[in-house]
Each structure stands twice: as C-alpha cells, then as structure tokens.
C-alpha cells in the first residue's frame, strides 16, 4: 500500500457506490511492478477481485510457480521452461508416443505423465480417471491460453496443484455441497435427495475437473482464478449456483439420471451471470479475505 | 247451468222497453260474466246481436272483459267464415274494436285476424270490404308491431282493393265503389304514415308491374297527391319501422295523429308542431311583419286567424263587399280598431259577467231569442247574462258520444253540397244579414279574448276567471244565433226552397261561404276551410275540454280549461238529444244541428265588417281594386284547381250531400208527410234493389261515420294531451314571468344597494380625506415638536459638555492642589534633612582637619622609613625577577602542552565518531547484503527449482529412453539368442559360463565404480566424464589400448550387433544427450565433492556411473564375456590399490589444504 499516493482518491467512493473493479487494473499493475512479487498479495487480490484478462496469464503463472517472484528471472526461467518443454516433447516424439498429428491435448497429456513418470507402455494403453480429469482440464485451458508452452505449464501445475495442494479438501466438497444448498434452498436439496440424485450429481466433473467442459472459458477462467489462489470453496458455489438457476427445470425432473444428464449439458448462454451470482455467494458465506491488497 | 240457461232466456228481455227491466237485465248479464268464464253467454250474446241487431246486447258485447275476449274473437272468427253473416260480424267487430278495449293487443294474434285478411282478400262484396277495410284501418294503429308479420297481407289488399276500385269487377253500383274509394283511401294514409319505407317499397314493386301501371295512375297517383313525404322515408329504413321499440312509445292515438301529420288532405290532416302547411305558414310570417312585433300580439293574430281563416275570409268577403277584405290582411289595424269599440262593448258585459247571477236554464233561450233581433251590443249583453245557465247544469248532462260525430257528418254534405250550386255567389240577400249579424257576434266574441289575451301575467288568474265566463258567454251567443236562424227558418224557408233548394238559409249562407272560398282555392281548400271551421263548432259539443281547443276561441285562452269543460258540456247535450235522431232520417229537424255548421263557417270572418269602419278610405279601395283583381284570376283557375285533384274523402263527401239534397227536394217537393207515402206516391213500391242498394249505402255511411267518430277519438285524446302540455307551458310562463319580475326587483335591490355603497364610498372618501387631514396636522405637529426636542436636546448636550468640562477642571486643580501640598510636605522633610547634614558636616570637618593633621605627620615618618628601607635590599629583587621569568616560561610550555593534548583528543574522538559511523554503514550495508544476498538466493532457487524441475524431466526422458531401450534390448537379445542357438550349439558351456559371469557381474560394477571414481578424482581437470567413463570401461578390458579405438571397436560391436533394429538411431542420439548430461552431472558431482565429504561424493559417483555403466555394459561385457574371468584378480587388486590412493589424495589434499 506503499503507492496509495498514485491511487485514485475516488477509487474508496467507487467501492461505495458499487462499481467494481474500476481502479482493479491499477492497483493489481501496481503489484505487479513491484519486483520480487508478493505472492501473497496476489492471491488475496485474486481472490477479491476478477483478474482483468490481460493480467490473467501471468498472475496465473506466477500463482502457480511457473515463473519466480523476481522479474530479472523471468527470461531465464521460462527460457528453462521452454527447453524443458521441448526436450520432453522431442523424448515423446523419439519413443513414438506423440507425433506431427497427435492432438495437442494428448500430446500435453503424454508430457505430464512422463513427467510425473506415470507414462505407460504402450500408447494404446487405457486412460486412467485422472488422464480423463487432465484432458478435460487441458482442452479448457487450450482454449484459454495460445502459447502451447504457456498451456503446457499451466496445466500441469494446475493439475498438480490440485493433487497436492487440493486434494484432501476437494474430497469434502460434496458434503459442504450439501450443507450449502440445505442452507440456500431446502426444498430442493429434499427433492434432490427424494430423487436420490445427491449421491450421482456430476462431483467429477464439477470438482475434479473444476467446471471445465462445463462451463464456457470465459466463466470458467473467473472460476479458476478463484482456484488457482487457493480457494476451491468457491466450487461448491458455483455448484450451488448451478442448481439453484436451474431449480424449476430440476425440480419437473424426476430421475436422478436425468438429473445427472441434464447438469452434466447444462445450457451455455446464462454461465456468466452464475458465476457472478456464485462468487457473491461464496464472498456472503465465505467473507471476503481478510487481508487488504 | 242453471244459472247459465236462466240467463239465455233472459236474452229477448234485453231489449225491453221498460228501462228498469232493462237495467236489471243488462246487470245480470254483467254478473254473469263476471262470475262464468265459459263461452256460452259470450256465444249467445253474438248470436242474438246477430239476429236482433240489439244495441244492448252489442254494449255488452264491446264491454266485454279479459277472460271472455278469446271467445268473443273465436265466435266472431266462426261467423267470418260464413259469407251471410260476414258483414253484421264485421259491423260487430268494428264496434268493438272502436271501443279499444284492454285485451286489444291480443287482437294481432287471435285467427280472427288472418280470416279478416282473407276475407278481404277474397270477399267480392264491396259493402262487406268497405267495412272489412274501415276495421283493419281502426285495428292497424292498435296493433302496430305485431301487424308486421301480416304486412305484406295489408299491402296486398291495398293493391287488390285500388285496383278493385278502378276495375269494378263486381260491377257493383258506382255509389259504393265511392266509398270503397274512400275507405281504400284511409288505408293508403293509414299504411303509408305507419309503415313508409315498406309501403312505398311495395308500391315500387307492385305498380312497377305493367298490369297495374293504370291503377297507380288512376288510383294511387291522386292518393299520393295528398300526402307530404314521410319523414321516414329518409330517415328510417324497412326494419326499424318494424322495430318494436318505434311502437312501444307510442299509443293508439299518436300513431292516428302520426298518420294524419304527413297527409296534405285537409280531411285527414292534422297540423301539429312541426307540421304546419305551407300555406299557414306563409300566412302567419305574412301577418307577423304587420303586427308589431311584441310576443302577445303575435299571438293574437295567429290564433284568430286560424287554419282556415287567412284565405278563405277574404274571398269570402269579395262577394259581399269587397273593400272588406286588405282589411284582414292588416290585422294589426283591425284589431286596433276594433279594440277601442271592444272596450266600450265589453266594459259593461265584463261587469255583468262578474255580477250577474245564474239564472235558470229555461229562461235562456227565450232571453235569446229576444236579443237575436235586438243591436249586436245588447244581444252581447243578454248572452253575457245568460251565461249562468250552462254553469249552472254540468252535472246532470252525460255526454253523449255519438253526436259530435254526427254533426260532422251532416255538416260535411252540406259542404260538399255547395260547389254545384254556383249560382248562389250572386245571391248575398238575405241571409247575408243574418250571416253578418253571426259575423257580428261572433267578431266581438272573438275580439274580446283577443283583446283580453293581451292581458299581463299578473293579473291571470282574474282573467281566466273571465274566460271561464266568457266561454259560456260564447256558447249562449250561438244558441241565440241558433234560436235566431229558427225564427229566421220559420219566416223565410218559403223564400229559400225554391231558389236553391236549400231546406234552411244555413246552407245558404253555409253555400256562399264555401262558394267563395271555392273561387280562390281548390275544392280541397275550401272543404278544409269548411270542415275545420265547422268542426271546431260540432266540437264544442264534445265532453272534454280539447273540442274547445281547436276553435278560434281556443287560441284566445289558452288556460280556460277548468270551466270550459263543464261550460260547453251541456250544449253539446242540447245538441246530442236533437242529433240522435237526424242519422236514421235526414229530415229539416236536423236543422239545429245544421245551424252550428253555418254559424261555424261564417264565424271567421265576422269582423270583416268593423275592418270597413276602421280603414281609411283610400286604403280601403286600394285593396279593393287589388283583391278584384286577384279574384278574377283566381276564377280562371278555379276550375282547373277542382278537377287537378279531389280527395275520395271529397268525392264521397259530396256524393252524400248530393244525396242529401236531392233527398230533400224529393222530400220537400212531397206534402205528404210520410215517406212510406212518397214512394207509393210516386210509382207504388220502390224497387227493392234501389232499398238494398240504398240500405247498403247507409250502412257504408254509417261505418264511415263509426271510423271518423274513431279517429275524432283519438283525436280527443290527443288533445287532452296537448292541453296538458299547454297548462304545463303555461304555467312554466308564468313561473318565468314571475322569475322575471323578481329578477326585475332583485336588479332594482341591486342598484339601490349599488347606489348605497356610492353613497358610502363618497362618504367613506370624505372621512379619509378628513382623516388624511388630520393626519397630515398631526405630523407636521410631531415634526415640529421632534424638531424642538432635538434643538433641547443639543442644548442639553452642550450644558453636559460644559459640565464635564467643570468637573475636569476641578479635578485638575485638586490634583494641582495635593502636588502642591506634597511638595510643601517634602520640602519641609528635605529642610530637616538638610540641617542635620549641616550639623553632621560640620562635625565631619572637625575630624577631617584633626585626620588632617595626624597624615602629615604619618607621611613625615613614611618617608623617614623609605629612606631607611631603600638602602638595605637591592641584591634579592634581581633574583626573584629571574625566577618568575623563569616560572613563566614553564607554565607557557605547559600550558602548550595541554593545548596539544586537548588538540589530539579531539581529533581522536572525531575519528572514533566517524569510525562508529562507518561501523554502522557498514552493518547497514552489511544487512542490505544479507538481504540482497537472500533475495539473490530466493531467485536462485526459482531458477533452480526450474533447472530441478527441469532435471527431473530429464531423468524421466532417460528413464523413459531406458526403458524403451531396454525394451528394444529385450527383443534383440531374443532374436540373438535364437540365432545363437541355431548357429552353434556346441558353445552351450560358454554360454553357460556366461551366465555365471552374469551372477558375478556385482562384484565387477563395484570395482569399476571405484575405478570410475578414481578417475574421476585423479584428474579434477577438463577431462570429461565420458572418457573416464571409457577408462573404466576399457580398463576392464584394456587399458593399454588407446581410447578413440575403444570406442570405435565399442561402437562397431554395438552396430555389428544390431544391424536389423531401429536402434541405432536412439543410440546415435545417445551421446549428444550423454555428454550434456555429462557435463551437467559433473558440474554437480564437482560442486558437491568440493563442499561436501567424500562419502556422499563416493555414493552420487557410484550412482552416476552405475548409470553410465548400465548404459555401456551390456554390449561390452557380451562382447567381452570370454576374457573378462582372467582380469578378475588384477581388477580386484587394482581396486583395493584405488581405494589405497584415495585415502592418500585426501590426506594428501588436506595437507595441501
């Protein structure tokens, strides 16, 4: 808050009234010029604020500990990355498992798992759930990011941030799922449950996947920046948020396969407003960070 | 039943003679249908009535009540359908019906109707259709919305009926053909004024045909000359005049009266509101620009001069005197000149009207007829007193329906009579005088409400009074002028008959009124002159006040109603008992009733002749000679104008009274008296088809008569209507009159307030001007007084000043007054003082010359000592000056020496400062390092978390590349092995010694991994870990041969060896990627061997080459399987001997250290 003198004076007003985000660009630039970035800070502004996009990459990167905090390292570490990237990828190319027409996603896919030295025998080895859960993540992502360098990195520290960090919490997730809903619309929750389609709601691809194929890039990158600066509560809000826009049309569905079926397709048009409603919901039930930017 | 056949024989009683019986009988009757509801009586009553023709079964029968009209209608519908008793049936349903009894609605759905348009459809008998056609005409008004269904029915009988009157397919006689005429007529008015849109859409269709072409013209075009256009027929259209809700407002008499607006017949029509003819119209604005132009007077001459008077008067009176007539074309100077006689005339008979007493109704006509011969101002006088005499007798006459009716009758033929006759306009003889004596009476009767009329508002009440009076007055006035024509008849009748065959001078005069008015107008103008001048006479009779209303007297007062009624009553009843009789014998008694219709006729232009007294000469032939002139145009066309158009009414009209007349002559050409007598007289028997045809004619007359006695009803109903609604306007007038006359005092209040409040205002003015005034006074005082007090008030000022000033001044001068008291005090004090010095100083003197004395005596011893001293030490002074000098100089150099001292430890201090200064720099700069050198190591570390990660990728894409090259190893050794076998078999021992080597294979890594370490250790220089690596691999084998050829002799084995797979390539890379990983792998290895102990160097060392030797063993030691067991001991020994030389490089290293 050293720079509070190059701030706007009116940006506490701008709060007040309700504008959001208009002196957001400003002060995460501030942050950003800061060398030796504050991790920290970035996490809690990430968390407060939606990162504007052209930001968004590299808050990611830096979040996710692709780059170092010190600017001077930049070049150098992504310089590292890149050849690190290409040395797996021309190992991959030299054990055959990817070549020139290998979909991107799959190559990505390959190069995580010989890093993570999960790597199987054969190409035509079955996928395992967690290959599914990267592709899925991975196909997001693309879309999202256009370096396939900058795509590869993010999505592998994505991933493994959510194996590591994640892991434990992500588990809880439905039962705080539950809790929520019982909170927010009781008698949905009981239809829900009625239907016995508490148990079969889409957990894998809300949470393991993190929304991704669900929603569209743009909502699902305002869902991620809350995931990549270390909140995956925020799911279960948008979870929430999902069923609760949706009610009527689950509540005339009788099935839970149904149920399952159409949350899984859900339509795509209203996916903005959900996640504005959801962040709302999750800043109401979560409190918004304690600590300031 | 009993009960029921009791009352059956009581029928014949019904007629009997005796009027108790009579009475008792016809209540019986009453009660009996009362209390029984069947149809046996009713049936009865009609078949008796059919035989009998009683006329007390027949007031029974039109009578009758609700429950009983179903029979009455369905018997009645029996004897429809028989042809014999059609016509009597149809007389009785005519009387019924003309009686509007309650259940009349009823009649549009009873079977009677429909049997009543098929008889008239198809009955050839003209007297029955005549009929049939007068009871459909009475009907049609009752039952408006409901005839529609049947009105094609009744446009088809018109057309059936108007063709039958051109076409005469019955060829019956002409006579009855006039009435049908006549009849077929009133149905046209009838279906034209209810039904236009249809009616002329019928027309349209039906004479459109070329069949009937002649009929329209011949028929219906004449018809269709006396009617205006329908109001309808613009407005309204083919459904809404069938439009029940059209009917329901109106009653039975409106839609008569509806009828009788839109036709131009002066028989039937009737002006009301908006439908004054033309021709009134014309006459009336004609009037209104003469007449001042005052409400009042306007009135005034409107109503006396009537519908009919304008026109006809004055051709009337161009046969008898000419000059007469521009008089009434100026009615505003008749009047004027008749008002001043009428005062004079009027005075002492308004007096008498007050005063006179009533007097017996007997005496009346007496009285009468004595003044009849007297001066037109008595008999005025005498009619004033006997005016008692019909208010007098109200109550006990009932008025009896049927006269008026016959009045009309009989009057109608006697004008219609007269157009043959023209030889009467000449003939202005005799009865003229008696005519001019009516028109005497009548002008003064009819001048005084015309003077009266112009009566205020205010004094109305008196003046209805008055009229009330003057009502009665008038109808004496015509009895006497009646009592007077029969003394006339009785004298001159001889003188009469010859000439013009007229059985009384009434119809002479009656002749020459409707003569004269015939020369003017058309005939149809002068039968509408006639019979609307006669009928408001025959009216008179009539029981309700509304007869009154439609003669001239009516217009005079409009607000007589209360006594007019009652007034007229008993004359009409007069009239009645003489008029019953005439219908059945047209003989002179009906001369009375005859009488009425003269005296009416020739009352309009009464006053002509006081115009003559009232106009100056020259006026007077001015108009002469202009209305001559008229007249003998007006004769030009007369004739024409009568042929153009004539009315069936008309035609029927005259053809009545020509038979009247000839009935006359015949009559009075006879001495007999009796007229059975004639005929036999004349040629024995009257031919029995001239009675019937006769007899017909009678009945048709007699049903022309019931029809119009209809429509007078309706008329009377009318009228009472309208009086109601004159009373109401009336007294709105008045109401406004009197709304007016306060407004008028409330205006005057108003401007006497007004004038009031000037006043006050003036006043008011005055006493602010006073006010104002005094006012101004006042200020000027108070400015005067203001002004004194502030000259006082300076005045003041000034004094205050000066004394302020005073009290200063004083106050100076105590002030002056304690200084000088002080310094007179300190004055005193110093004077003491001063004396005491004194005498102190003195004293002081004296010890001053003794101190004195005493110091010279000191200072001569003094010297005396100093001269003593100064010779006894001059050698120590020299000495101690040497020392002090010497002393000083010490305590100089001293003194220096400090100052040095001081000097340095200053400059000591500051340089502690500045060292203590620097210290603090330097730990500063000292923590900025630490810090930089952390932020250095954090970078570090990203950038080596990144080289990590990135090493880590690598290990994995060499294990990856292990693993696939294993993989390929695996498939060669395979393939090889298999060749092995096949190839020779007889080096299986080796092959099994070869495995045993393989068991062996730890122990030899171990001692090439040292070796390898040994190697690597020795030289820490540039050698690169590949050719150490080849060392040891050569070593193995080797060790004198150069390196390039051990590995090329490696190289080749590796490519003799796997010259079929696709190996080769991954191997090719292999050194590329070897030697970067090499030389990454060193940079580690060297850092960490530096830093660290030897054992942890001695384990990565193992490691990596366990890794290298891994990656180059399996080739070498295949090919190198057979010698390798003979090196075992010397590798061994080698290895034990490394180990020796590592232990003493390190101790040798550290000594170096």
């Given at each position: 808050?050293?720079?509070?003198?190059?701030?706007?004076?009116?940006?506490?007003?701008?709060?007040?009234?309700?504008?959001?985000?208009?002196?957001?660009?400003?002060?995460?630039?501030?942050?950003?010029?800061?060398?030796?970035?504050?991790?920290?800070?970035?996490?809690?502004?990430?968390?407060?604020?939606?990162?504007?996009?052209?930001?968004?990459?590299?808050?990611?990167?830096?979040?996710?500990?692709?780059?170092?905090?010190?600017?001077?390292?930049?070049?150098?570490?992504?310089?590292?990355?890149?050849?690190?990237?290409?040395?797996?990828?021309?190992?991959?190319?030299?054990?055959?498992?990817?070549?020139?027409?290998?979909?991107?996603?799959?190559?990505?896919?390959?190069?995580?798992?010989?890093?993570?030295?999960?790597?199987?025998?054969?190409?035509?080895?079955?996928?395992?759930?967690?290959?599914?859960?990267?592709?899925?993540?991975?196909?997001?992502?693309?879309?999202?990011?256009?370096?396939?360098?900058?795509?590869?990195?993010?999505?592998?520290?994505?991933?493994?941030?959510?194996?590591?960090?994640?892991?434990?919490?992500?588990?809880?997730?439905?039962?705080?799922?539950?809790?929520?809903?019982?909170?927010?619309?009781?008698?949905?929750?009981?239809?829900?449950?009625?239907?016995?389609?508490?148990?079969?709601?889409?957990?894998?691809?809300?949470?393991?996947?993190?929304?991704?194929?669900?929603?569209?890039?743009?909502?699902?990158?305002?869902?991620?920046?809350?995931?990549?600066?270390?909140?995956?509560?925020?799911?279960?809000?948008?979870?929430?948020?999902?069923?609760?826009?949706?009610?009527?049309?689950?509540?005339?569905?009788?099935?839970?396969?149904?149920?399952?079926?159409?949350?899984?397709?859900?339509?795509?048009?209203?996916?903005?407003?959900?996640?504005?409603?959801?962040?709302?919901?999750?800043?109401?039930?979560?409190?918004?960070?304690?600590?300031?930017? | 039943?009993?009960?029921?056949?009791?009352?059956?024989?009581?029928?014949?009683?019904?007629?009997?003679?005796?009027?108790?019986?009579?009475?008792?009988?016809?209540?019986?009757?009453?009660?009996?249908?009362?209390?029984?509801?069947?149809?046996?009586?009713?049936?009865?009553?009609?078949?008796?009535?059919?035989?009998?023709?009683?006329?007390?079964?027949?007031?029974?029968?039109?009578?009758?009540?609700?429950?009983?009209?179903?029979?009455?209608?369905?018997?009645?519908?029996?004897?429809?359908?028989?042809?014999?008793?059609?016509?009597?049936?149809?007389?009785?349903?005519?009387?019924?019906?003309?009686?509007?009894?309650?259940?009349?609605?009823?009649?549009?759905?009873?079977?009677?109707?429909?049997?009543?348009?098929?008889?008239?459809?198809?009955?050839?008998?003209?007297?029955?259709?005549?009929?049939?056609?007068?009871?459909?005409?009475?009907?049609?008004?009752?039952?408006?919305?409901?005839?529609?269904?049947?009105?094609?029915?009744?446009?088809?009988?018109?057309?059936?009926?108007?063709?039958?009157?051109?076409?005469?397919?019955?060829?019956?006689?002409?006579?009855?053909?006039?009435?049908?005429?006549a009849?077929?007529y009133s149905?046209?008015h009838?279906?034209?004024g209810?039904?236009?849109?249809?009616?002329?859409?019928?027309?349209?269709?039906?004479?459109?045909?070329?069949?009937?072409?002649?009929?329209?013209?011949?028929?219906?075009?004449?018809?269709?000359e006396h009617v205006r256009i329908?109001?309808?027929?613009?407005?309204?259209?083919?459904?809404?005049?069938?439009?029940?809700?059209?009917?329901?407002?109106?009653?039975?008499h409106?839609?008569v009266i509806e009828c009788a607006k839109i036709s131009l017949d002066p028989a039937e029509a009737s002006y009301e509101d908006g439908y004054y003819s033309v021709s009134r119209k014309l006459c009336t604005s004609l009037k209104h620009h003469q007449t001042d132009p005052s409400a009042s007077s306007y009135i005034d001459t409107q109503s006396s001069y009537g519908t009919s008077t304008p026109y006809s008067t004055p051709r009337l009176t161009l046969s008898q005197m000419p000059g007469q007539l521009p008089q009434i074309l100026s009615p505003q100077s008749t009047r004027l000149s008749t008002e001043p006689q009428q005062v004079t005339i009027w005075s002492?008979s308004a007096?008498?009207g007050?005063?006179?007493?009533?007097?017996?109704?007997?005496?009346?006509?007496?009285?009468s007829?004595?003044s009849a011969?007297q001066p037109y101002s008595k008999a005025f006088g005498t009619s004033a007193?006997g005016k008692?005499?019909p208010?007098?007798?109200?109550?006990?006459?009932?008025?009896?329906?049927?006269t008026s009716d016959d009045f009309v009758h009989v009057s109608l033929p006697s004008a219609a009579a007269t157009p043959p006759k023209k030889e009467d306009k000449p003939d202005s003889g005799r009865p003229l005088l008696y005519r001019q004596q009516n028109v005497i009476n009548s002008d003064k009767s009819l001048d005084i409400p015309s003077s009266k009329s112009s009566v205020t508002l205010?004094?109305l009440?008196?003046f209805l009074?008055g009229l009330s009076f003057e009502d009665s007055a008038e109808k004496d006035r015509e009895e006497d002028a009646i009592s007077k024509e029969i003394?006339e008849i009785?004298?001159d009748?001889?003188?009469m008959?010859?000439?013009g065959?007229f059985d009384s001078p009434f119809y002479r005069t009656n002749e020459s009124l409707s003569g004269s008015q015939k020369k003017t107008h058309s005939a149809a103008s002068s039968v509408q002159g006639h019979s609307q001048t006669s009928e408001p006479l025959t009216s008179l009779d009539k029981p309700g006040p509304e007869g009154a209303r439609e003669t001239p007297k009516q217009t005079f007062t409009p607000i007589d109603k209360p006594c007019g009624g009652?007034g007229e009553s008993?004359a009409g009843?007069r009239e009645?008992?003489?008029g019953?009789?005439?219908?059945?014998?047209?003989?002179?008694?009906k001369v009375p009733a005859q009488r009425r219709v003269v005296f009416g006729s020739g009352q309009p232009p009464l006053y002509e002749h006081l115009f003559e007294v009232a106009l100056p000469k020259t006026a007077y032939l001015f108009v002469g000679k202009k209305t001559e002139e008229l007249l003998k145009k007006a004769k030009g066309t007369q004739d024409e104008d009568c042929m153009s158009s004539t009315s069936p009414v008309e035609v029927l009209d005259r053809?009545i009274q020509q038979?009247a007349d000839?009935?006359?002559?015949?009559?009075?050409?006879?001495?007999?008296?009796?007229?059975?007598?004639?005929?036999?007289?004349?040629?024995?028997?009257?031919?029995?088809?001239?009675?019937?045809?006769?007899?017909?004619?009678?009945?048709?007359?007699?049903?022309?008569l019931?029809?119009e006695r209809?429509k007078r009803q309706q008329h009377a109903l009318r009228n009472r209507r309208l009086l109601r609604k004159v009373i109401?306007a009336t007294?709105?007038e008045?109401?406004?009159?009197?709304?007016?006359?306060?407004?008028?005092?409330?205006?005057?209040?108003?401007?006497?307030?007004?004038?009031?409040?000037?006043?006050?205002?003036?006043?008011?003015?005055?006493?602010?001007?006073?006010?104002?005034?005094?006012?101004?006074?006042?200020?000027?005082?108070?400015?005067?007084?203001?002004?004194?007090?502030?000259?006082?008030?300076?005045?003041?000022?000034?004094?205050?000043?000066?004394?302020?000033?005073?009290?200063?001044?004083?106050?100076?001068?105590?002030?002056?007054?304690?200084?000088?008291?002080?310094?007179?005090?300190?004055?005193?004090?110093?004077?003491?003082?001063?004396?005491?010095?004194?005498?102190?100083?003195?004293?002081?003197?004296?010890?001053?010359?003794?101190?004195?004395?005493?110091?010279?005596?000191?200072?001569?011893?003094?010297?005396?000592?100093?001269?003593?001293?100064?010779?006894?030490?001059?050698?120590?002074?020299?000495?101690?000056?040497?020392?002090?000098?010497?002393?000083?100089?010490?305590?100089?150099?001293?003194?220096?020496?400090?100052?040095?001292?001081?000097?340095?430890?200053?400059?000591?201090?500051?340089?502690?400062?500045?060292?203590?200064?620097?210290?603090?720099?330097?730990?500063?700069?000292?923590?900025?390092?630490?810090?930089?050198?952390?932020?250095?190591?954090?970078?570090?570390?990203?950038?080596?978390?990144?080289?990590?990660?990135?090493?880590?990728?690598?290990?994995?894409?060499?294990?990856?590349?292990?693993?696939?090259?294993?993989?390929?190893?695996?498939?060669?050794?395979?393939?090889?092995?298999?060749?092995?076998?096949?190839?020779?078999?007889?080096?299986?021992?080796?092959?099994?010694?070869?495995?045993?080597?393989?068991?062996?294979?730890?122990?030899?890594?171990?001692?090439?991994?040292?070796?390898?370490?040994?190697?690597?250790?020795?030289?820490?220089?540039?050698?690169?870990?590949?050719?150490?690596?080849?060392?040891?691999?050569?070593?193995?084998?080797?060790?004198?041969?150069?390196?390039?050829?051990?590995?090329?002799?490696?190289?080749?084995?590796?490519?003799?060896?796997?010259?079929?797979?696709?190996?080769?390539?991954?191997?090719?890379?292999?050194?590329?990627?070897?030697?970067?990983?090499?030389?990454?792998?060193?940079?580690?290895?060297?850092?960490?061997?530096?830093?660290?102990?030897?054992?942890?160097?001695?384990?990565?060392?193992?490691?990596?080459?366990?890794?290298?030797?891994?990656?180059?063993?399996?080739?070498?030691?295949?090919?190198?399987?057979?010698?390798?067991?003979?090196?075992?001991?010397?590798?061994?020994?080698?290895?034990?001997?490394?180990?020796?030389?590592?232990?003493?490089?390190?101790?040798?290293?550290?000594?170096?250290?």
């Open positions: 808050m050293a720079d509070d003198s190059q701030r706007n004076f009116r940006s506490v007003y701008y709060e007040k009234v309700g504008f959001r985000g208009v002196e957001e660009k400003k002060s995460l630039e501030i942050l950003l010029k800061d060398d030796r970035l504050d991790i920290e800070k970035l996490c809690t502004f990430s968390q407060r604020f939606p990162l504007p996009s052209m930001y968004r990459i590299l808050v990611w990167k830096v979040l996710l500990g692709i780059i170092p905090p010190h600017h001077e390292s930049h070049a150098l570490v992504m310089k590292y990355r890149k050849e690190q990237y290409w040395d797996i990828h021309h190992a991959l190319r030299v054990i055959r498992f990817i070549n020139d027409s290998t979909p991107q996603v799959d190559v990505f896919l390959r190069m995580h798992q010989l890093e993570s030295g999960k790597l199987p025998r054969n190409v035509a080895f079955p996928l395992e759930p967690e290959d599914e859960v990267f592709l899925a993540i991975a196909k997001a992502m693309e879309e999202m990011v256009e370096d396939p360098i900058e795509c590869y990195w993010l999505v592998s520290c994505f991933v493994n941030q959510l194996n590591s960090k994640h892991k434990d919490s992500l588990q809880q997730l439905p039962k705080i799922l539950e809790q929520y809903l019982n909170i927010e619309d009781n008698r949905l929750l009981m239809h829900l449950k009625a239907c016995a389609a508490m148990s079969k709601l889409p957990y894998d691809l809300w949470f393991k996947k993190c929304f991704a194929g669900c929603l569209p890039e743009s909502s699902l990158q305002r869902v991620w920046d809350k995931v990549i600066s270390g909140s995956c509560k925020i799911l279960v809000f948008v979870a929430v948020e999902i069923l609760l826009t949706f009610k009527m049309k689950i509540i005339a569905l009788n099935s839970a396969e149904k149920i399952t079926q159409f949350l899984e397709n859900i339509p795509q048009d209203n996916t903005d407003a959900i996640v504005s409603k959801a962040v709302d919901l999750w800043r109401t039930h979560c409190g918004t960070p304690a600590h300031s930017v | 039943m009993a009960q029921q056949g009791n009352v059956g024989e009581l029928l014949p009683m019904l007629d009997s003679p005796i009027l108790g019986v009579l009475e008792d009988i016809t209540a019986a009757f009453k009660d009996n249908l009362i209390c029984d509801r069947g149809p046996m009586l009713v049936n009865n009553l009609v078949d008796y009535y059919l035989e009998t023709n009683s006329q007390q079964a027949l007031h029974i029968l039109s009578t009758l009540q609700e429950p009983h009209d179903k029979h009455l209608l369905d018997k009645i519908n029996d004897y429809m359908g028989k042809a014999a008793t059609r016509l009597p049936t149809l007389s009785l349903l005519g009387h019924v019906i003309r009686r509007q009894p309650s259940w009349k609605h009823k009649l549009s759905q009873a079977p009677l109707l429909l049997s009543l348009l098929k008889c008239l459809k198809t009955d050839t008998d003209v007297v029955v259709l005549t009929t049939g056609v007068l009871v459909l005409i009475t009907m049609l008004p009752m039952i408006p919305q409901s005839g529609k269904q049947y009105l094609h029915d009744f446009f088809g009988i018109f057309g059936r009926l108007s063709a039958w009157c051109l076409q005469n397919p019955g060829h019956v006689a002409e006579i009855y053909l006039v009435h049908l005429h009849s077929v149905l046209f009838r279906l034209y209810m039904y236009p849109c249809n009616f002329v859409s019928f027309l349209r269709s039906h004479y459109s045909m070329k069949e009937n072409l002649e009929t329209f013209e011949e028929v219906v075009k004449p018809m269709m329908h109001p309808e027929l613009v407005t309204g259209s083919k459904d809404h005049e069938l439009d029940p809700r059209r009917w329901k407002r109106l009653e039975t409106d839609v002492p007096v008498c007050m005063t006179t007493p009533p007097t017996s109704p007997g005496v009346v006509p007496s009285e007829s004595q011969s007193g008692g005499t208010l007098g007798t109200p109550a006990t006459s009932p008025p009896p329906p049927c205010s004094d009440p008196e009074g003394s009785t004298t009748a001889e003188h008959v010859p000439r065959g009652p008993p009843n009645g008992t003489s019953e009789p005439s219908i059945l014998t047209p003989s002179p008694c053809l038979g000839a009935h006359t002559k015949e009559l009075n050409k006879l001495s007999l008296p009796s007229k059975s007598a004639d005929w036999t007289h004349f040629g024995g028997s009257p031919p029995s088809d001239e009675i019937h045809t006769l007899r017909n004619q009678l009945l048709l007359l007699h049903n022309q019931l029809y209809f109401k007294a709105l008045e109401h406004n009159a009197a709304m007016k006359d306060q407004l008028k005092l409330q205006e005057k209040e108003i401007q006497a307030l007004k004038l009031s409040l000037q006043k006050e205002q003036a006043r008011y003015h005055q006493f602010q001007e006073e006010h104002d005034n005094i006012v101004a006074q006042l200020h000027s005082q108070i400015r005067q007084l203001q002004h004194d007090r502030e000259e006082f008030y300076n005045q003041s000022q000034e004094l205050q000043t000066k004394l302020e000033d005073c009290r200063n001044m004083i106050a100076d001068l105590r002030l002056e007054l304690k200084k000088a008291n002080n310094k007179v005090c300190h004055t005193e004090l110093l004077l003491s003082q001063v004396s005491q010095k004194l005498s102190n100083s003195e004293s002081v003197q004296q010890q001053m010359e003794f101190l004195n004395r005493q110091l010279l005596v000191l200072g001569e011893v003094n010297e005396l000592y100093l001269e003593q001293l100064q010779h006894k030490h001059t050698d120590t002074t020299k000495e101690v000056e040497m020392l002090h000098a010497a002393f000083r100089k010490e305590l100089e150099k001293a003194k220096s020496c400090v100052q040095q001292q001081s000097q340095k430890l200053d400059a000591s201090q500051k340089r502690i400062a500045e060292l203590e200064s620097q210290l603090a720099k330097k730990d500063h700069l000292f923590l900025e390092q630490k810090k930089y050198l952390e932020d250095v190591k954090i970078q570090a570390r990203g950038q080596l978390q990144a080289v990590e990660s990135r090493y880590k990728a690598q290990k994995r894409i060499t294990q990856a590349f292990e693993l696939e090259i294993l993989d390929l190893f695996g498939r060669l050794e395979k393939s090889s092995l298999l060749k092995k076998l096949e190839d020779d078999k007889t080096e299986a021992a080796e092959a099994a010694e070869e495995r045993l080597d393989c068991g062996n294979e730890d122990t030899a890594g171990h001692s090439e991994e040292t070796m390898g370490r040994n190697g690597e250790t020795k030289p820490p220089s540039t050698r690169g870990s590949s050719s150490s690596k080849g060392g040891s691999s050569s070593e193995l084998s080797t060790p004198e041969k150069p390196q390039n050829q051990r590995l090329s002799s490696r190289w080749d084995t590796s490519v003799l060896l796997e010259p079929s797979s696709t190996v080769p390539l991954t191997v090719g890379s292999l050194p590329s990627s070897k030697s970067f990983l090499g030389m990454k792998a060193r940079e580690l290895f060297r850092n960490k061997s530096e830093s660290q102990c030897d054992e942890e160097g001695v384990t990565i060392n193992r490691l990596s080459d366990a890794l290298k030797t891994e990656l180059c063993k399996d080739p070498s030691m295949e090919s190198k399987a057979p010698p390798s067991p003979d090196n075992l001991s010397p590798k061994l020994q080698e290895s034990s001997v490394g180990q020796l030389h590592i232990m003493d490089y390190n101790e040798t290293h550290h000594d170096h250290s």
